[in-house]
């Protein structure tokens, strides 16, 4: 069992930056590949990144470059910085585990946090 808290969102001016954490509990959390999603009202939950136990990282296309995902498991946390933020990036933040193997979609995982707002205003 993985219980997952995001924290870090708010609201930023376009061009700027914002680092997500997503905290975990439970004692395996090293072997877990955990992921970042974003949701925008009206829209369907969407990949952004994701880092697998041995340190694999994954971005969709839209924010390679900007975003970078890290994690350290002596605090069993996972970050994601994200720079040069535009309003389009405007959405609600989920962090999400699964246990092996990175996932592509919000059905590969099953562990959730809250979600964290992030607008971003031109």
């Known amino acids: 069992q993985v219980q997952l808290v995001e924290s870090g969102g708010g609201l930023v001016q376009a061009g700027g930056s914002l680092k997500l954490s997503c905290a975990a509990s439970?004692?395996?959390?090293?072997?877990?590949?955990i992921g970042w999603f974003r949701q925008a009202p009206g829209k369907e939950r969407e990949f952004m990144s994701a880092?697998?136990?041995?340190?694999?990282?994954y971005y969709t296309d839209s924010v390679k470059g900007r975003f970078t995902i890290s994690r350290d498991n002596a605090k069993n946390t996972v970050y994601l910085q994200m720079n040069n933020l535009k309003p389009e990036d405007t959405a609600v933040y989920f962090c999400?585990?699964?246990?092996?193997?990175?996932?592509?979609?919000?059905?590969?995982?099953?562990?959730w946090g809250q979600g964290t707002q992030v607008t971003v205003s031109s």
């Open positions: 999400a585990a699964r246990q092996a193997g990175v996932g592509w979609s919000f059905q590969e995982y099953g562990y």
């Open positions: 439970g004692r395996t959390f090293s072997t877990y590949t």
């Open positions: 880092i697998s136990g041995s340190w694999r990282t």
